[in-house]
Structures are given as C-alpha cells and as structure tokens.
C-alpha cells in the first residue's frame, strides 16, 4: 500500500466521529436514519428525506463503485507519493450516497467510472482514519 507520509487530520466533531474514529476497526460508519432508514453524508442532526432527529452512525458494508475520478500528479504537502488517484465514490446501500476519497493499491491509470472498489483504512494520526477505497475484485 503507498505510505502517505502526512495528512491534515480533520477536526472530529460529535457528529463526525463514528465517521473519522471507527476505522480504526475497520467499519465504514454513516449517519443513518432509524425512522426511514435514509442514509445520509456528510452526517448532519436530522434527516433530509423525513426530518427526523433520530439519526445516528451506523455501519455499511464498505462496497462501492466508482463515479469520477481523476489522476493527480501535483504533491500537494512534501512526501506524496505521485500520481495519486481522486475519486467519487457510491456506496452500495444508497444510490447517491457518495463519498470523496483516494483509490490506492493499482495503477492509477486503471481506475475507471463503474469499477468496483472496497473500503480501507488509512490512520493519519490522533484517532483519525481516513477511509479510502481499493479495487474489489474479490467482491462476489
Ligand atoms: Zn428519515
């Protein structure tokens, strides 16, 4: 896997950290409704599609396609590695419920809109994964 030397850390908040802390056992958690059962991303108090408050992390099964991406080749903070991939991608439970993300683990140029990916952990420090995502082809 490419070791990304430095990451900023994103600011964990009381709606955020089920998002941000619990990759550090490999779940994918999003703000789910438990009156309609809407997921919904980035978290927020209510829910979008019935108002309700009774929203809460919940997880998912970290499957997703890809919808956009793009090859970056400018090292944005001093030790990343190049080219690197940016993507938009669709989890599985929802249609979209997308995140933003790095695919890793192949060639940059190989990712593709349609392909499918997994979720995985990448820890930048004080309890924060990042979830970033690699092809799936064992998905079955
Ligand atoms: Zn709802």
Same mark, same amino acid.
């Not at 979008?48 to 890809?66: E, H, I, N, Y």
């Not at 001093?78 to 599985?92: C, H, K, N, Q, S």
């Given at each position: 896997m490419t070791v990304v030397p430095f990451r900023p850390v994103p600011r964990v908040t009381a709606l955020t950290e089920a998002f941000w802390r619990r990759g550090a056992d490999g779940v994918l958690a999003i703000q789910r409704c438990d009156d309609c059962g809407f997921y919904l991303h980035p978290?927020?108090?209510?829910?979008?599609? $019935?108002?309700?408050?009774?929203? @809460?992390?919940? #997880?998912?099964?970290?499957?997703?396609? %890809? *919808? &956009? $991406?793009?090859?970056?080749?400018? @090292?944005?903070? #001093?030790?990343?590695?190049?080219?690197? %991939? *940016? &993507?938009?991608?669709?989890?599985?439970?929802?249609?979209?419920?997308?995140l933003t993300t790095n695919v890793v683990d192949c060639d940059p140029y190989a990712v593709h809109i349609g392909m499918p990916v997994r979720v995985r952990f990448t820890g930048v420090g004080g309890d924060v994964w990042l979830p970033v995502f690699a092809p799936a082809e064992a998905r079955g």
């Open positions: 978290p927020g108090p209510v829910c979008p599609r $019935c108002g309700s408050r009774a929203v @809460a992390p919940a #997880p998912v099964s970290g499957d997703a396609t %890809v *919808v &956009a $991406c793009t090859v970056n080749h400018q @090292a944005w903070y #001093p030790g990343w590695e190049t080219p690197y %991939v *940016v &993507a938009i991608v669709e989890l599985v439970e929802q249609p979209g419920l997308r």
